[in-house]
């Protein structure tokens, strides 16, 4: 035995095997190094100034599993060869954008690659004009069953949050012009909120307010009007709601509350739905007067993501649903919920809610409309809709939406549909990662981040627009109470932070950059790396659905040492 | 044995799994008759009068491979029922349109299966914002050296055509309003063509001149100037180039051709290249006297696919480039492209062109642009990009475009990029697909389509812009001869009849849905049965890159066959 491997040892085939086993080793490993400065060269990058862009910053991104990238760095490389100790090549970071957003249930998930597959080698992708296959057919349905809203009835899909957002303005603008008359001369506006944002295409992009994101686009012209709102922020360990100054007069100042769940027991604040309700109806006057013709209320329930993570005071949301609408204010919540589900249709002018972010169990509930208590006429998702796995977008309607299209001419229908429209690949992931994602909502460790936020309880019925997070209530007290931290807020998957800024806050800030560079370069001594995106002075850590209690605590330990710096 | 098989034969287990067994074949054929209602209910399907909709009419796909749906309609289930001829309750239905034009290597293609779940598992999707993995780089690299254009050198990559084409319009306007110093009030504007179509979003909509698609929409307002442009067909066995009425007096009248070659034989076609540039000439010096500012020069080349399905003069493509570069008229071919590669920077206008529908094989070569041997300064490439399998595009830039956004100031760059850029499992398969394309572009089934269409030998250099088609040289010229037919066109993948139309041509004609429906509902008599699709009085007929000369042949006869009925 000792002699055979003896032999064999020495022989040429062996020799030959090692010879090229090690080349492909070389060959991966150099491929890996020279992957960030190729990147430089071939690649244009999405949201970057370019003339910062160089080899040391652009990530190589190896491969992806769970809550973890593999990447590699050119930086950390250079850093290894100079004499720091020698760990892997590769550093496993985790993914605090998940993903920008998308990640629902984690990098190479195995059941979304077998669906995938599953999906692919059955259909591929068949023509979805005047054609329906099952997993669109299923999707449509569990969206609307789900979403419990008895507006919606339609769906319709496109690829993206940015065109299904397309989809949604082209729709309640047929809608609002049909039934007033209007005609494009008449100048149909949208009504939203400051610091919305609802996609990168121009058509979107004219739903927002003038922005770093938009201002410069040649095209834009921003066609509406946006409201400031109060925010919910922890602060020093006390949740508040804070009025913008040009609010005060009308509403008043900051209030405190004992907890987050209180700030969304929205029956119990009477007093704050009168103010609002007050302020509200005043200027939609105002703005009528002024000749404004709106075709939309556009607005991201409870969550202002791209626009720099704000979090929207619920209640403010919902009494501006109901101003659009006509409610009458004095009604309580119940009878103002039953007057608005009784008709269907729309009042005032169609609600568009942008459920792109905040929807599918982002904030720990199936969608965040359910937070405002309220039913928009037309609702998109995309991002954790396919589980973060690849792209697909619905935008689901009302009847009375969908009519509005109906006549006997072909050029009255919405026109509308991309080549890929409901892809099978994307619409069977979307079943199988909304069916996971049920499944994980009832599992145990969403049952201990609900313990741990457990306020006092409310009134029968609440239970499910009870808000909590994925994160530690511990440590988001800790964070608001750090001296560097203007604020912090927690709700389902999303932590945010915005840290303080001597030089104004904004999407141009670099307060938070230093924070997200040592969380990522922390490494070398063995610390837990982690890979976050800012916006502006706001740095964000997202987990996925899957994301454990024992990773998130991990990335808290960490966090709170990088803040201690 | 005998014994064990009759024992066993009576038992109870066997019973319930017989029924089970049967069971569950009930609830298959039971849901597939129920999902054309269900669709009904809670599917918005794009591009389509909902009016007109009905159980009947909506068909279900139960799954397809390689060039064929297997379709189920209500309507064929209770023409059976009802006593005809009964064979499977599921019809194989070649898919015609490519399924809207995606399908590059057939349904269910188990190499882009397997490489879409191998993605999936290595990967999932990982974010791509100041990063890059394998996949994402290889396919940029690629793009760029099989493009062969000089000038092309930054890859961004966003879902889809309309996302990508709203990228390549937001680069040109920024580069041609930095280098003039134009503002937002200066109206800048897209030149173009008549009948172009680069999108369903608002944006890419503004960038075509009003039609059905684009009229009722609300926010749309064409921003631009569209020129007509002479045509190729085929009509009655005789190639012609056919200049619009309004052209006769510059360039003069229908023009006729020995070949389909010889109409792509742009440098021996002196004459018209000089009408083509005086007429060209005049009108861009007319425009710019009117005060016309142009962003940019937006062409789809040789084809323009979704405004109708209709095949410019190659050469008036090239002199329209030409034109806005200001290239001298009198220059040859070799020295004009030589002019035009010395310097890679932009011309008078960046030139965009869409190949989201002429690009990758779908003409028979690589890129479309290499017809009009010109160099684009962006072009943008989607649907056979993934072979056939779900959505992805990219929009390659020149470096001088690039250039345009770089500064100190991070709002200077190009804000714009959806959650799922670059994600891993498309660009996997766009890789996959990419190569398996070339290796057919160089098999015996395309050798023998090439030979079909083979004209005398033009001089050296020529071989790759020689146009050549799928379609068989014969069906072609029989089609063009009936007498309900106008004219008819084929190159690459492409084949287009217009049909005569009493009422007028346009997207509204109704003159090919009888046709289309034939050629659908032919098949009770074992004939084979074609799913295609219509643009007003257009219907056309494209094979994947994977169709046999076999299949296509097939087609053509019931083609053929439903023409004469």
């Given at each position: 035995m000792s002699s055979y491997y003896e032999e064999t040892s020495i022989s040429t085939e062996v020799d030959t095997f090692i010879d090229s086993f090690l080349q492909?080793?070389?060959?991966?490993?150099?491929?890996?190094?020279n992957m960030p400065k190729q990147a430089t060269e071939a690649i244009w990058h999405p949201f970057m100034q370019h003339s910062e862009r160089n080899e040391n910053n652009v990530v190589a991104m190896e491969s992806a599993y769970g809550d973890y990238f593999q990447t590699y760095t050119k930086q950390k490389d250079a850093s290894q060869a100079s004499g720091e100790a020698k760990t892997s090549l590769?550093?496993?970071?985790?993914?605090?954008?998940?993903?920008?957003?998308?990640?629902?249930?984690?990098?190479?998930?195995?059941?979304?690659?077998?669906?995938?597959?599953?999906?692919?080698?059955?259909?591929?992708?068949?023509?979805?004009?005047?054609?329906?296959?099952?997993?669109?057919?299923?999707?449509?349905?569990?969206?609307?069953?789900?979403?419990?809203?008895?507006?919606?009835?339609?769906?319709?899909?496109?690829?993206?949050?940015?065109?299904?957002?397309?989809?949604?303005?082209?729709?309640?603008?047929?809608?609002?012009?049909?039934?007033?008359?209007?005609?494009?001369?008449?100048?149909?506006?949208?009504?939203?909120?400051?610091?919305?944002?609802?996609?990168?295409?121009?058509?979107?992009?004219?739903?927002?307010?003038?922005?770093?994101?938009?201002?410069?686009?040649?095209?834009?012209?921003?066609?509406?009007?946006?409201?400031?709102?109060?925010?919910?922020?922890?602060?020093?360990?006390?949740?508040?709601?804070?009025?913008?100054?040009?609010?005060?007069?009308?509403?008043?100042?900051?209030?405190?509350?004992?907890?987050?769940?209180?700030?969304?027991?929205?029956?119990?604040?009477?007093?704050?739905?009168?103010?609002?309700?007050?302020?509200?109806?005043?200027?939609?006057?105002?703005?009528?007067q002024q000749g404004h013709k709106f075709g939309a209320l556009i607005m991201e329930p409870v969550i202002l993501g791209a626009g720099g993570m704000m979090f929207a005071d619920p209640l403010f949301q919902r009494c501006l649903v109901d101003a659009v609408r006509g409610i009458d204010p004095n009604m309580d919540n119940a009878r103002a919920m039953d007057a608005q589900g009784a008709d269907k249709d729309w009042q005032g002018m169609p609600v568009i809610f942008d459920e792109v972010f905040?929807?599918?169990?982002?904030?720990?509930?199936?969608?965040?409309?359910?937070f405002l208590g309220t039913d928009p006429d037309i609702v998109v998702n995309a991002k954790l809709l396919t589980g973060g796995l690849l792209p697909l977008c619905t935008t689901t309607a009302s009847e009375a939406i969908f009519e509005a299209f109906l006549s006997a001419d072909k050029s009255d229908a919405l026109l509308h549909g991309h080549s890929y429209t409901a892809h099978a690949i994307g619409c069977s992931v979307a079943n199988e990662s909304l069916s996971t994602m049920a499944s994980i909502s009832q599992n145990e460790d969403w049952e201990g981040f609900r313990k741990d936020w457990k306020a006092p309880a409310?009134?029968?019925?609440?239970?499910?627009?009870?808000?909590?997070?994925?994160?530690?209530?511990?440590?988001?007290?800790?964070?608001?109470?750090?001296?560097?931290?203007?604020?912090?807020?927690?709700?389902?998957?999303?932590?945010?932070?915005?840290?303080?800024?001597p030089a104004g806050s904004g999407y141009a800030s670099t307060a938070a950059t230093g924070l997200r560079d040592r969380l990522f370069n922390g490494g070398q001594s063995g610390e837990p790396v982690i890979h976050s995106r800012v916006l502006g002075n706001v740095l964000y850590l997202m987990g996925a659905m899957t994301s454990t209690p024992e990773t998130l605590k991990g990335v808290e330990e960490t966090v709170l040492r990088a803040l201690d710096v």
């Open positions: 492909a080793h070389d060959k991966r490993i150099e491929d890996l190094r590769l550093q496993p970071a985790f993914d605090a954008s998940a993903s920008w957003w998308t990640q629902g249930l984690g990098h190479g998930n195995p059941q979304l690659a077998l669906t995938a597959a599953h999906a692919a080698g059955k259909y591929g992708h068949v023509m979805f004009a005047g054609a329906v296959h099952e997993p669109a057919l299923t999707l449509a349905q569990t969206l609307i069953q789900r979403m419990d809203n008895p507006r919606l009835s339609k769906v319709f899909y496109t690829d993206n949050g940015s065109t299904g957002m397309e989809v949604a303005v082209k729709m309640a603008l047929r809608a609002a012009s049909k039934r007033h008359g209007w005609s494009p001369e008449d100048n149909v506006e949208i009504l939203g909120l400051i610091g919305s944002y609802h996609g990168d295409t121009m058509g979107t992009m004219d739903c927002s307010e003038p922005s770093i994101f938009n201002k410069k686009v040649e095209w834009y012209q921003g066609r509406g009007h946006w409201l400031d709102f109060p925010q919910v922020k922890l602060r020093d360990g006390q949740w508040i709601v804070e009025p913008p100054k040009s609010m005060h007069k009308a509403v008043g100042k900051t209030r405190t509350f004992n907890s987050l769940e209180e700030i969304f027991d929205l029956e119990a604040r009477r007093a704050d739905w009168g103010r609002y309700r007050s302020y509200l109806d005043a200027e939609l006057w105002h703005l009528r905040t929807g599918l169990y982002r904030l720990g509930r199936f969608d965040a409309a359910g409310l009134a029968e019925g609440h239970r499910d627009s009870t808000p909590w997070s994925m994160w530690s209530k511990s440590f988001v007290e800790t964070v608001s109470r750090k001296p560097n931290v203007e604020s912090v807020f927690a709700i389902g998957s999303v932590f945010a932070m915005s840290l303080k800024d």
